[in-house]
């Protein structure tokens, strides 16, 4: 059983910046792409970036292009995101979460950490 931990969120003014952390236990993060999701109150749960198990391609939502960067490092089992040019509509719960196929695109995830609030005030 796999379990992701994030950790790095909190309160920025718009167009400050945060690095997410996603520390991976329990599996073989070698072969899992990784992922960050965000979930705004009132809205659906929308896939953020994506990151395929060596790292060497990533994937990223329209409106997050340029400003977010996502990597890993895996002799640490852990997956970055960081997050540049915040703006209020950033305000959101970020997820972690696995890919078991491990292309780390949008539609094979099918494992969330917990979450860690991000809030982004104008």
């Known amino acids: 059983q796999v379990q992701l931990v994030e950790s790095g969120g909190g309160l920025v003014q718009a167009g400050g910046s945060l690095r997410l952390s996603c520390a991976a236990s329990?599996?073989?993060?070698?072969?899992?792409?990784m992922g960050w999701f965000r979930q705004a109150p009132g809205k659906e749960r929308e896939f953020v970036a994506g990151?395929?198990?060596?790292?060497?391609?990533?994937y990223y939502t329209d409106s997050v292009k340029g400003r977010f960067t996502i990597s890993r490092e895996n002799a640490k089992n852990t997956v970055y995101l960081q997050l540049n040019d915040l703006k209020p509509e950033d305000t959101a719960v970020y997820y972690c979460?696995?890919?078991?196929?491990?292309?780390?695109?949008?539609?094979?995830?099918?494992?969330w950490g917990q979450g860690t609030q991000v809030t982004v005030s104008s």
């Open positions: 979460a696995l890919d078991r196929t491990g292309w780390g695109t949008a539609a094979n995830f099918d494992s």
């Open positions: 329990g599996g073989t993060f070698t072969i899992y792409g």
């Open positions: 990151i395929n198990w060596s790292g060497d391609s990533t």
